[in-house]
């Protein structure tokens, strides 16, 4: 059983950073692409960035230049560094990550955490 925990989310005013933590626990070998997404109230869930194992990034165009995500292969953990955020940032942000499993690479998703700018 696998597992994806995020943390770090909150409320924070225009302007201000957040980081987000993605841990993947349970039968893991290896870890291939790790992504955020958001979803805001009312909106369909969508790319925020990903990441492969070897730490090639992807970025969608809202976020380039502000947000940064990174792993740690060891730890089975993705970051989502949030700076310079603004109200359309606030949204539920999901963690997902594509995990091997013994036919085929499964992706699996967090619970989500809360992400609030206030202006």
């Known amino acids: 059983q696998v597992q994806l925990v995020e943390s770090g989310g909150g409320l924070v005013q225009l302007g201000g950073s957040l980081r987000l933590s993605c841990a993947a626990s349970?039968?893991?070998?290896?870890?291939?692409?790790m992504r955020w997404y958001c979803q805001a109230p009312g909106k369909q869930r969508e790319f925020v960035a990903s990441i492969t194992r070897g730490g090639s990034t992807n970025y969608a165009d809202s976020v380039k230049g502000r947000f940064t995500i990174s792993r740690d292969n060891a730890k089975n953990t993705a970051y989502l560094q949030m700076n310079s955020l603004k109200p359309e940032d606030t949204a539920v942000y999901y963690c997902n990550a594509d995990i091997p499993g013994v036919v085929r690479v499964l992706g699996y998703w967090g619970q989500g955490t809360q992400v609030t700018v206030s202006s």
């Open positions: 349970g039968s893991i070998l290896t870890i291939d692409f």
